[in-house]
């Protein structure tokens, strides 16, 4: 079975705090994807990674960062974190194509006091 | 950019009623997949389909994928207290590597 994991379940920060989420992968996926889950707002992408140190922004990628420097890890940095980042934030693989299942990890809710 | 729609948004159902969620794309799809989400869960995937017009099936559950390719739709027959969850589509277009999440359809169920 996939095995997608994240760093944290829930994290709690304040303003302007630098924020990194991890996520592992132990499939050798070549894509992985970092999205944002908000009620009413569905799963919008923030990033994605193809390969080791390549990155593609999605539909929302101000306010963040990546960084993919291993092919089983993709981080997700917040800079400065700020209160309208508070959210549900997913990672995701998949095998090679685009088209293929994405495998989502557990999530980690994320507040930004 | 590509924008996938669901409705609805919330659908609340008597145990035992049939429901169907719709999904509608401003762009032609190359492939549409499904997920479900489970309270307190992540998304996993059900199903993809890549046919124009095609249909199918997992147990209570049917997929179609419309003519077009534009709209699919999930329909669940007497629906019972475990298909409680959040629902998405999720659309690709042929020259995109990004899935184009729905806002999800949260089923509640009176039993």
């Known amino acids: 079975d996939v095995k997608v994991t994240q760093s944290s379940r829930y994290l709690v920060k304040r303003t302007g705090e630098k924020v990194f989420l991890e996520c592992v992968q132990d499939?050798?996926?070549?894509?992985m994807f970092w999205y944002r889950q908000d009620p009413g707002l569905g799963l919008r992408l923030i990033y994605f990674s193809y390969d080791v140190k390549m990155k593609e922004k999605g539909d929302i990628p101000e306010g963040y960062s990546v960084s993919r420097e291993k092919k089983e890890r993709f981080s997700l940095i917040l800079e400065s974190a700020s209160t309208n980042q508070t959210s549900m934030y997913l990672c995701?693989?998949?095998?090679?194509?685009?088209?293929?299942?994405?495998?989502f990890g557990p999530g980690t809710r994320l507040l930004v006091l | 950019g590509q924008q996938v729609m669901q409705i609805p948004q919330y659908q609340h159902v008597q145990e035992g009623e049939d429901f169907t969620t719709y999904c509608n794309s401003s762009?032609?799809?190359?492939?549409i997949q499904w997920y479900k989400q489970r309270p307190g869960g992540h998304p996993v995937f059900l199903i993809q389909?890549?046919?124009?017009?095609e249909v199918k099936k997992q147990k209570r559950l049917t997929f179609q994928f419309g003519e077009a390719k534009k709209n699919s739709s999930l329909h669940i027959t007497a629906t019972q207290t475990t298909d409680v969850g959040t629902y998405f589509c999720a659309g690709l277009t042929s020259n995109d590597y990004k899935l184009s999440f729905g806002a999800g359809t949260t089923v509640t169920v009176r039993a």
């Open positions: 499939m050798d996926h070549e894509n």
């Open positions: 762009t032609t799809l190359s492939n």
């Open positions: 995701a693989s998949s095998p090679f194509l685009a088209s293929e299942t994405q495998y």
């Open positions: 389909l890549v046919k124009s017009g």
